[in-house]
Structures are given as C-alpha cells and as structure tokens.
C-alpha cells in the first residue's frame, strides 16, 4: 500500500513500475521485462490516481469559489462600475432596445463578414473546420514520411 502511495505522488513511480515489470517471484532472480501487465496496470493506475487528485483540486477550487460568491452576494468579481452595466445591460434588453449587438459594421468588409457570421450554417461549417483540423493533426506521428 504504501508502494502505491509513492506511485499516487509521481515521484520515480517509472522505478516502481520497472521493479514490478523485472519481477519473476518470490526468491527468484529478477528477468528483464518479465511482466508486461505490470506496466498495464501501473499506467492504469497512474492516470486513475492522477484523475482522483485532479477531481479533488477542482472540487476545492469550486467550493472556494462558491464560498466566495454567498459571502459577497453573487457579484464576486465584479466592480460597481460592471455591476451598474449589467443592470443597464438588462433594462435595455427588457425594453427591447439591446441593438448594439446586432448592428453592422459601415465598411464593406466588415460587413460582408458580419453578414456572413449571422448565418447558422457558417457555424456548423467552423465546427466541421475545427474537426478536420483536428483530425489531420492527429493522423501526423513522428517518423511519418515527408510524402
């Protein structure tokens, strides 16, 4: 138990891993790679244990931050200054009268570009432009060809 505590720590836990891996048993000489398994399950076991800890530094993080914001009332990061453009911010969308964001731009450019961001299907084309660019990233490995 306390070898795995050592492994959680990801201190030397590849030392570990190889003791176990060289290990043919109990008063026996150690042979080179013996155990393959044992490096499965030390893998394992590190990005197990590593997703534990990152589960438990989150979980801080956002009980902190949640005390914060009861402590604060809501507005925990926010200067008076952000909190009255809210409000106005607010007001005006329930007056209907929030245009600021829907207006074009007076250049031509700007707005050919503007124009075409308003149509649905301009994001679902940046979304299948992000997917092929991260699939044709992926599909490159180190010793590939230069052809």
Not at 110 to 119: E, N, P, V
């Amino acid at each position: 138990m306390l070898t795995l505590s050592v492994v959680t720590t990801l201190d030397d836990w590849e030392v570990v891993m190889y003791a176990a891996m060289d290990g043919a048993g109990v008063d026996k000489q150690p042979v080179m790679n013996n155990s393959s398994w044992a490096a499965v399950y030390f893998i394992l076991f590190v990005i197990c244990s590593g997703l534990v800890w990152f589960n438990i530094f989150v979980g801080v993080v956002v009980n902190t931050y949640s005390q914060m914001q009861t402590k604060s009332e809501g507005k925990t990061f926010v200067t008076d200054q952000q909190r009255k453009f809210e409000v106005s911010l607010k007001i005006k969308t329930y007056l209907g009268q929030n245009t600021w964001m829907s207006k074009p731009p007076r250049n031509y450019l700007g707005f050919l570009c503007w124009k075409l961001s308003m149509y649905s299907t301009f994001e679902y084309f940046m979304y299948a432009m992000v997917c092929f660019s991260t699939i044709s990233l992926a599909t490159i490995h180190d010793g590939q060809s230069n052809r």
